[in-house]
DNA sequence: GCATGGTTAAATGAAATGGTTTAAGTTTTA
DNA sequence: TAAAACTTAAACCATTTCATTTAACCATGC
């Protein structure tokens, strides 16, 4: 069975691995090779990745691009700029500060250092202010 | 080329629709027929699902499911037990009620008719707070 | 050096997906 | 009610995807 993208071997390799298995460890339990379960747990992440885009995509369907946040930005001088360019085109922002890093957070944990941005990050809004990062 | 799930040829047609035109008007654009974009857009909305879906499933890779807000529960009922269960589990929230009624309804608007669910929601959280919603 | 953990490339077969047509159905709405 | 809008089913073919094997390749740590 195959609800989502993910194919049910897909998944139990993710599965092992969040609970800390080497590919080795989980080729055995598998009965298949390492290589194997490297190249299925990379398919993994590269559906994961796809998954993430399309929904990006249905994001910049009905939200217009407001900026974009420079990698080495200060997450504070990043909200900053948010807010400067939701008022530039007149709409309010949902989130205050504090809500608004969370989101920006959570949206791609990764991306973030600390206070710093890591990659560049693409910010739309919609017309109720709702904020989507690319 | 397809950056994500889609392909172009359903990216075409829900911008289209997003337009508002209708799908014959869309077939003739495209020089197709209106039955071929009919099952291109149903294709299109089956991606979504699937890369909603994969999403969701990396959500209950490492969070823990919080409980199940049932369909025709009150919003404000709603956060009022997902801090209740959250705090059951000795896990503090990382978002106050406005936040949390704001991530509730983008994480899937359809789901929700004014102040009331219209059909059940999961609910996941990590151990630094953060909500997941399926 | 050599075991361990991870990655890569090439090849293969089975399964799925995508776009298309044709043709038969609904639902909506003017 | 009749036209317009939309949905569904069946069949076709080209392309892609998945899991798999084998064999080689880089690190790291002892």
Redesign the pocket.
Known sequence: M?QG?L????KEVLRFRKQGL????IADI?H?????V??????AY??IEKAKETLEFLYTLDATHLCTIRSGTDLFDAIGEIYAEAEKIHIKVRYDSIGLINRLKESNPERFKGRFVRDDVEVYITEEGDLCFG
């Open positions: 195959k993208l194919t049910d071997r897909q080497t590919q080795q460890q598998i298949t090779s390492k290589a194997n490297c190249t299925i747990e990379k398919a590269e559906n």
